[in-house]
Nanobody, 124 residues
Framework: QVQLVESGGGLVQVGGSLRLSCVASGLTFSTYGMGWFRRSPGKERESVAGIRWSGDRTYYSDSVKGRFTISRDNTKNTVYLQMNSLKPEDTAVYYC?????????????????WGQGTQVTVSS
């Protein structure tokens, strides 16, 4: 079956960096669009970033543009989220998602599979 496993979360100070990874199995990774979403306590799930199957097109929410970078390695079935200049408001559980027919990367319903999430906590 399809599995998406996130890693790389943790506790970091304001202004610090983290790199999240999401390893996919059970699907033809190189044909899927990938996305990162997050959910903070008391808030709805929020799109963060997305990347086309080929890696040549990316999407970022306004809240992370210029600070976060999404990338993928189709030889390793892995998508990454490099997070720099972290802020307390970035504190959330981060989820990766895979979609076979994603066009609008910010829409959660376009994704077919989801990981379990990894916690990111930014302390001030």
């Amino acid at each position: 079956q399809v599995q998406l496993v996130e890693s790389g979360g943790g506790l970091v100070q304001v202004g610090g960096s983290l790199r999240l990874s999401c390893v996919a199995s059970g699907l033809t990774f190189s044909t899927y669009g990938m996305g990162w979403f997050r959910r903070s306590p008391g808030k709805e799930r929020e799109s963060v970033a997305g990347i086309r199957w080929s890696g040549d097109r990316t999407y970022y929410s306004d809240s992370v543009k210029g600070r976060f970078t999404i990338s993928r390695d189709n030889t390793k079935n892995t998508v990454y989220l490099q997070m720099n200049s972290l802020k307390p408001e970035d504190t959330a559980v981060y989820y990766c998602a895979a979609g076979a027919s994603v066009i609008n990367y910010s829409i959660a319903s376009r994704y077919d599979y989801w990981g379990q999430g990894t916690q990111v906590t930014v302390s001030s």
